[in-house]
């Protein structure tokens, strides 16, 4: 049975990749600073940081290959603290690269659009990365290293870049913050910035399937994209939740979204579709199933 580590396996993404990946036979070493809720014989907990290089070092032991999921995820957070999501994004990846080296491992990097900043759409993975975020910076600095590791020392390395996911398990993000919003009070909703943003929004299963495809399609030294390929605005989402939950509350808006925020995104998915990879759940849909969840 082949070894597979997930660093950051008890996020959002970890946690539905790696019952993916049991499900499909793998033995999932999974490495995080939080404790996971997932059980099976198969899955392995490691409580461990991508800065304890000796512990990544005896944790990534007989893996053939590692998913590095483990990161600082939120783009305020990397503005309080850019010296914190340098570490854990930049140097974290760069541990996890190095180590992955030693053993011959294979690393799908979860990277992001993010990286794009602010991008021509639908944006292509041969755009230039100009981020506007620390996250954004920390997270491009990762593909990066990616390309360096790959050219310089042939180690074989995929980046995805993932627009926005969402779905069930993901108790963060726009959708569940407006149902939550709304489950205070019904009757009104205030939307952060012009409820113009307009983003590119992924369903997680259809996340989980690009980094199977990716992991066992793709070809080594390459960054896909990740994403729906259709954009859609906070006023749109907000009225799809209005319907899901049959409310008519009044909105109003702050005018201006927090610093970092790429308000405009839209990924070309057609490399990762050449893989045969295809996105398969609306928004509508989407949704729908986060509201299941979240119940
Ligand atoms: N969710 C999205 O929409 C999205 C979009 C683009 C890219 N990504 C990328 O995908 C990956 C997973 O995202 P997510 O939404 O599941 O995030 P998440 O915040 O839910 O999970 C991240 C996990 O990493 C762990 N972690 C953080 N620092 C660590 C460290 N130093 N050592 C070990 N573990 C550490 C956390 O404990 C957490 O379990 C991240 O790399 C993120 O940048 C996510």
Avoid at 12 to 35: C, M, P
Avoid at 271 to 281: E, F, Q, R, S
């Amino acid at each position: 049975m082949s070894k597979i580590m997930v660093t950051g396996c008890s996020g959002f993404i970890g946690t539905h990749l790696t019952k993916r990946l049991l499900e499909s036979g793998f033995h999932v070493i999974g490495y995080d600073l939080n404790a996971s809720l997932l059980r099976d014989r198969n899955f392995e907990f490691i409580k461990g940081d991508i800065l304890d290089v000796e512990k990544l070092q005896e944790s990534m032991g007989g893996c053939k290959s590692v998913f590095h999921l483990a990161a600082q995820t939120k783009v305020p957070a990397s503005t309080e603290n850019p010296l914190a999501d340098f570490k854990t994004n930049a140097e974290g990846t760069f541990n996890v690269l190095s180590v992955a080296k030693e053993h011959g491992a294979k690393v799908v990097y979860a990277s992001t659009s993010t990286v794009y900043g602010i991008a021509e759409t639908p944006t292509k993975e041969s755009h230039p990365l100009q981020p506007i975020s620390f996250y954004g910076a920390s997270k491009a600095a990762g593909d990066m290293y990616c390309f360096a590791f790959n050219s310089t020392f042939g180690l074989d390395t995929i980046v995805l870049r993932i627009f926005n996911a969402y779905g069930p398990g993901n108790a963060k993000g726009v959708m569940y913050d407006l149902f939550k919003k709304l489950e205070r009070d019904p009757t009104y909703l205030e939307i952060i910035g012009t409820g113009l943003q307009e983003k590119d929004y992924i369903y997680i299963d259809d996340t989980v399937d690009a980094l199977m495809i990716a992991y066992e399609r793709g070809a080594s030294g390459e960054a896909y994209n990740v994403g729906s390929g259709i954009s859609t605005t906070v006023n749109e989402i907000a009225e799809l939740i209005f319907d899901i939950l049959d409310i008519h509350p009044k909105v109003t808006y702050t005018g201006k979204s927090w610093k970092g925020d790429v308000e405009s995104s839209l990924a070309d998915i057609s490399k990762l579709k050449n893989l045969g990879w295809n996105p398969k759940v609306g928004i509508e849909d989407g949704i729908e199933k986060l509201y299941e969840w979240m119940q």
